[in-house]
């Protein structure tokens, strides 16, 4: 803005002097200093109509302490050269900007990377905010807002946790509704695949209907009910990343335990969101789903074993866990261990879970 006020000022200046002392030698200088501003309005309207510039979804999930790959796409639809440009790109909640000066020729259309440090874990929001174009001689510059978003979601650590879980509740109950499809079991209400009859197959199994259409022998193979046996709640509306690897790692344990469970939370409008958790990408779902919330907007009271019970029941689960704001862990309504925020490997080295 400065430099649009002293252009103006010394085109006045010249102008002052023209009508003072009506020397032609000031005409001339006058008519020089309009050419060179019009040009460099018209220079700055053409880099703003005529580039255009989009942030590609390029890497949706990272692991944390890896770089973040950002890619620009940069395309001049004009004839004539952008020679200076500077692109801003918001890439944190601090208001952080990573800045970009490239220049574009005639019908140039090209690619540009740039890399963020993954430091903590979440959904990273980036923004690319705003371009700039500059003159020729770099004194002037005009641009648009860009305002366009990509989320990336950046993975905690996971550390290993001590666990002892009893075999029998990975068959826990029938209540969920869900079944294994890979899996042959004996519910015969849950029919995983027909297939012909093999040696050593049960009577019981014979699709006695489609065998005397298809004139073979045809079998039921059934499957078996999912049983959740652990409710892993979350009382707590704000996911620090702290809490994230600490409920994170307990889960991904169970996982590898074959103990399946529901991870549960409040949402800010009273309503208790309930997970199944069957594998590990049901937990990244679950994180990239509790790390898009708006923690400002949230006021969900804590979740307790009394509200869950209220929504669905206590025969639809056998153990409750619950994970408090202060990184407390209950078993049962018992506290089994404390989690320090600074140390979350080391916390969960110490502590030994028995469900």
Same mark, same amino acid.
């Given at each position: ?5 002293? @252009? ?13 002392? %009506? ?26 109509? $005529? ?12 692991? $944390? ?19 200076? @440009? ?18 574009? $020729?005639?019908? %140039? ?9 993954? %430091? ?18 770099? !004194?002037?510059?005009?641009? /648009? /807002? ?24 990975? &068959? ?7 079944? +294994? ?15 012909? &009859? ?23 193979? =059934? ?34 335990? $074959? ?5 549960? +939370? @409040? ?40 509200? =869950?019970?209220?929504? +669905? ?7 409750? !866990? ?7 862990? +209950? ?25």
């Amino acid at each position: 803005m400065k430099k649009w006020f002293l @252009m103006l000022l010394t085109a006045g200046i010249t102008l002052y002097f023209i009508i003072m002392y %009506e020397a032609p030698e000031m005409y001339r200088l006058l008519a020089m200093e309009l050419m060179w501003f019009g040009a460099a309005l018209l220079q700055l309207w053409y880099g703003k109509q $005529k580039v255009q510039i989009h942030l590609l979804d390029y890497a949706r999930v990272v692991d $944390k302490g890896t770089e973040i790959p950002l890619q620009i796409s940069l395309e001049n639809k004009g004839p004539f050269p952008v020679p200076f @440009m500077t692109i801003y790109l918001k890439t944190g909640q601090n208001s952080s900007f990573t800045k970009m000066t490239c220049s574009l $020729k005639g019908h %140039e259309k090209r690619c540009e990377m740039v890399s963020v440090k993954a %430091e903590t874990a979440g959904l990273r929001q980036f923004e690319l905010s705003k371009m700039l174009c500059y003159d020729w001689l770099h !004194l002037f510059s005009g641009g /648009k /807002k860009l305002k366009q978003r990509i989320s990336v979601l950046v993975l905690p650590e996971i550390y290993p946790v001590a666990m002892e879980i009893q075999a029998s509740f990975r &068959y826990f109950g029938d209540e969920s509704g869900l079944y +294994y499809e890979d899996d042959e079991g004996n519910d015969p209400t849950e029919v995983l695949d027909i297939r012909p &009859y093999q040696a050593g197959d049960r009577f019981q199994k014979i699709h006695w209907k489609l065998s005397q259409r298809t004139g073979d022998l045809m079998v039921r193979e =059934y499957s078996e009910p999912i049983g959740f046996a652990v409710v892993f709640l979350l009382d707590t509306d704000v996911f620090s990343e702290a809490y994230i690897e600490t409920f994170m790692s307990i889960s991904m344990q169970m996982c590898e335990e $074959k103990c399946l469970h529901y991870i549960c +939370y @409040m949402d800010g409008n009273g309503v208790l969101v309930r997970k199944a958790i069957i594998h590990m990408e049901s937990i990244y779902l679950f994180l990239q789903m509790v790390a898009g919330k708006n923690q400002k907007d949230q006021k969900s009271k804590p979740l307790d074993e009394d509200i =869950y019970n209220d929504w +669905y029941g206590r025969e639809s689960y056998h153990t409750s !866990l619950r994970l408090t704001k202060n990184l407390e862990l +209950y078993k049962q309504g018992e506290l089994s261990g404390r989690i320090a925020a600074q140390d979350v490997k080391g916390s969960l080295a110490q502590l030994m879970l028995e469900i």
